[in-house]
């Protein structure tokens, strides 16, 4: 979340406050059979894929030993008019034929 504002500077959340974001899970492609569903699942944390984020502020490249981690309470706000997840329909004929060698 530091980095939602995408300039050059991480700026951090204030405590308690709510932020409204838009999240770009760049292109991704998945074909749902007819009749299938779908879950989204929000999660703070991607360990062991990705290192456990100590929420200091400081760079994750920096060596943190020795700080001691801060715990985040992370609060998901929704509401019917304003959380929505927009999934395009693409017909298979619209798209590029990938030849494999």
Do not use: C
């Not at 300039?7 to 204030?14: E, M, T």
């Not at 406050?17 to 879950?39: C, P, Q, Y």
């Amino acid at each position: 979340m530091r980095w939602r504002h995408m300039g050059i500077n991480p700026v951090p959340i204030a405590p308690n406050e709510v932020e409204t974001i838009t999240l770009d899970l760049w292109s991704t492609a998945f074909v749902f059979d007819k009749g299938h569903s779908i879950r989204v699942a929000v999660s703070s944390s991607n360990y062991p894929r990705f290192l456990a984020n100590p929420n200091t502020g400081l760079p994750l490249s920096m060596n943190q030993s020795g700080i001691a981690p801060i715990v985040a309470h992370n609060t998901l706000h929704l509401g019917w008019e304003l959380s929505y997840l927009t999934l395009p329909v693409v017909k298979l004929s619209d798209l590029p034929r990938v030849v494999i060698v």
